[in-house]
């Protein structure tokens, strides 16, 4: 009688979460976070518009001192008023500079800054944003994927002003091993439509978040995606929203700090 019992628990135990654990991501088997970088005029007038039409929501990472930002600063403010993610890339997109990266200039080289400067400047730009879209939660991006200056890392020190940190890793995790603030992304430089449907459908094999990284589109950045391939890989992921969930990093990380508190 015992061992019947415990054979009925145990099958109980075996079934019951199932459904969680096959649709771990707000009911979906997968998360899919698409991120815009640098807030640059190519996101307004090629991803919003087709972003939009398709009713996907999307994290664009600003940087206070953009000139589409200084020049547009309306149709930017428009963005979280539809849904979108106004997320905070910095004041002054500070990298570290050296060898490859001549373009850094001596005035944002991370190698030259403190993580007090790093922290004053991260936070000023957290204000600026709060004038543009009214909030006072949203996530961070790592310029250039870079989360060292000069004295240490500076992230411990921003715990508290974000939900969550996305870096450059190209990685996927499940929703119990998200680290989030090192969350890993897939950069997008000149891939076709089906090379990212791949790591879609690898997101969903192994139900992951899938977090995907885009600089230009259609031009404006050296890393780049074609429209035809933004088009159609946007077009994709509408056509499987029965079994992936398309949401604004502020929205998916604050869904994961739940689960993982739990």
């Known amino acids: 009688m015992i061992k019947w019992i415990s054979a009925l628990i145990l099958s109980m135990l075996n079934i019951l979460p199932s459904t969680a654990q096959d649709t771990p991501w707000n009911h979906k088997k997968a998360a899919v976070v698409l ?51 106004l997320g905070n890339h910095t004041l002054y997109h500070p990298c570290v500079g050296g060898k490859g990266r001549e373009w850094v200039r001596d005035d944002y080289d991370m190698n030259h800054y403190t993580v007090r400067r790093m922290v004053d400047e991260t936070r000023m730009n957290n204000l600026f944003l709060q004038a543009l879209d009214g909030k006072t939660s949203r996530t961070f991006a790592f310029t250039c994927g870079d989360m060292k200056v000069s004295d240490g890392a500076f992230i411990d020190s921003l715990k508290n002003d974000f939900v969550a940190a996305r870096a450059v890793r190209e990685q ?61 890989f946007l077009q994709y992921l509408k056509k499987r929203e029965a079994d992936i969930w398309v949401a604004p990093l502020l929205t998916v990380a604050s869904y994961v700090k739940q689960y993982q508190h739990r």
């Open 35 to 85: 991120t815009y970088d640098d807030a640059i005029d190519q996101h307004l007038d090629n991803a919003v518009p087709l972003l939009d039409s398709l009713q996907l929501k999307a994290s664009f990472y600003i940087t206070g001192y953009s000139s589409s930002v200084r020049n547009r600063m309306e149709a930017w403010r428009s963005l979280a008023a539809r849904g979108h993610e």
């Open 172 to 232: 996927m995790h499940t929703i119990d091993q998200v680290d989030l603030y090192n969350v890993d992304c897939y950069a997008v430089s000149g891939q076709t439509a089906e090379q990212m449907m791949a790591w879609v459908d690898q997101a969903v094999a192994s139900k992951s978040l899938l977090v995907i990284l885009f600089h230009g589109v259609g031009g404006g950045n050296a890393l780049n995606v074609l429209l035809p391939e933004h088009r159609k």
